[in-house]
């Protein structure tokens, strides 16, 4: 099977399809031993030490936002792939935590934009998290129960919202970008030589153990100098960069819990995918494993920490999630020093497509028709 795997990235016509059908498959199951693992630190001809900005960040800044000190952050660049940086879980001790919270219960709340609102009012979706968290504490216990609205979560977008038929943004639709991820943004950037970085527009999107991303590439910023900022929180994932064309052959590396991808320079505008969503168990023993409640309480200095230890009950519901589920939140600049939009962009557009996103796998029309069911529900939805 490696040697399967060794051929799929040869040069050629659909090499980084087939190479992404061969990680989805699931029967006969695909063989990883060819998935760069960078949580293991190792070196190859393939992988070497990033360089990054050790004074960019103090450790106080860091801190604030439940990261280590830059001196030690494990960053990788990939031989091949210049601008491209791989920082393996730089948080601090249950700092991870805090994030996974945001993700599931402050960030899908109103004024943000998620695929569930287009079939559901805004005031039945303005809180997801309340109307999913006893169904998902039940679900815990093994029961076979019908999923949630926080379980029918495919994305959600901040700040300027991007418009998923149009594959744009506009000045007429934005929602203040949320302080404490932009300040978190800021500093990745910086360390990685970005120190102009201005948050100003994200898409989360919330996977499913059997769901998939498609080939594409981030090109709808109007300014493509500054990075892509990509965070990983929850179940790992199989993610393919490829080149400039979609038929450029792909390299295929797994993304842990807490790791974090910038895409700069000549990598900016590469393909990718996500091809497959993988339990702790599939990768092996020896992996990264999920942010636990037990890992030990964030500091309690400096005072203005933005990160904070989150309740108990918060967090059983979030591991309860993460049992199936990853998170993914890419940060984009979408204009340059000075730069506005087009006037054409301004005008009154769509922010929904009946496609709904980059995702595959789960039928995007079966979940907005479950999206349907649920709407007057307390929470619940009447799976077939």
């Given amino acids: 099977m490696a040697k399967m795997a060794a051929s799929l990235v040869e040069h050629g016509q659909d090499a980084f399809k087939k190479l992404f059908k061969y990680y989805k498959r699931r029967n006969p199951p695909p063989d990883f031993s060819e998935v760069i693992d960078f949580s293991k630190g190792l070196r190859s001809d393939k992988v070497f030490p990033a360089k990054l900005n050790l004074d960019a960040v103090s450790e106080r800044d860091a801190q604030r936002v439940g990261l280590r000190p830059v001196q030690a952050w494990k960053a990788?660049?990939?031989?091949?792939?210049?601008?491209?940086?791989?920082?393996?879980?730089?948080?601090?001790?249950?700092?991870?935590?805090?994030?996974?919270?945001?993700?599931?219960?402050?960030?899908?709340?109103?004024?943000?934009?998620?695929?569930?609102?287009?079939?559901?009012?805004?005031?039945?979706?303005?809180?997801?998290?309340?109307?999913?968290?006893?169904?998902?504490?039940?679900?815990?216990?093994?029961?076979?129960?019908?999923?949630?609205?926080?379980?029918?979560?495919?994305?959600?977008?901040?700040?300027?919202?991007?418009?998923?038929?149009?594959?744009?943004?506009?000045?007429?639709?934005?929602?203040?970008?949320?302080?404490?991820?932009?300040?978190?943004?800021?500093?990745?950037?910086?360390?990685?030589?970005?120190?102009?970085?201005?948050?100003?527009?994200?898409?989360?999107?919330?996977?499913?153990?059997?769901?998939?991303?498609?080939?594409?590439?981030d090109e709808s910023e109007l300014d493509h100098t500054p990075p892509l900022l990509s965070f990983s929180f929850g179940q790992s994932a199989i993610f393919l960069l490829g080149g400039a064309k979609r038929e450029d052959p792909a390299t295929a590396m797994f993304t842990h819990s807490g790791d974090i991808m910038v895409m700069s320079g000549a990598s900016r505008l590469l393909y990718h995918a996500v091809p497959r969503i993988l339990t702790t168990p599939t990768v092996g023993p020896t992996s990264p494993g999920l942010p636990h409640q037990s890992e030990g309480p964030l500091p309690s200095s400096p005072e203005d920490l933005l990160v904070h230890n989150i309740e108990a009950g918060e967090w059983e519901v979030c591991e309860c999630y993460l049992q199936t589920s990853r998170v993914n939140v890419t940060v984009r600049q979408v204009l340059g020093p000075g730069q506005g939009f087009p006037s054409e962009t301004v005008k009154k557009t769509t922010l929904f497509s009946s496609k709904g996103s980059y995702h595959q796998g789960e039928n995007i029309e079966d979940v907005n028709i479950k999206a349907k069911r649920i709407r007057n529900d307390s929470g619940s939805s009447t799976d077939s």
Avoid at 77 to 89: C, D, T, V
Avoid at 130 to 143: A, F, H, P, Y
Avoid at 204 to 215: E, K, M, T
Wanted: hydrophobic share 35%; net charge positive; charged share 20%.
């Fill in 76 to 217: 990788f660049g990939l031989e091949g792939y210049p601008g491209f940086i791989f920082i393996s879980n730089p948080f601090l001790p249950d700092a991870q935590r805090y994030w996974v919270k945001q993700c599931l219960k402050v960030y899908p709340k109103k004024p943000n934009v998620c695929n569930l609102d287009m079939h559901m009012t805004a005031s039945e979706t303005a809180d997801i998290w309340e109307r999913s968290v006893d169904l998902i504490r039940k679900n815990s216990r093994g029961r076979s129960e019908p999923r949630t609205l926080l379980e029918r979560l495919r994305w959600v977008t901040l700040g300027y919202h991007y418009n998923w038929d149009t594959k744009t943004y506009s000045a007429g639709h934005h929602c203040p970008f949320p302080a404490d991820l932009s300040c978190m943004s800021q500093h990745v950037a910086a360390a990685c030589g970005f120190p102009g970085f201005t948050a100003e527009a994200g898409i989360l999107n919330y996977y499913r153990s059997d769901s998939s991303l498609g080939i594409h590439v």
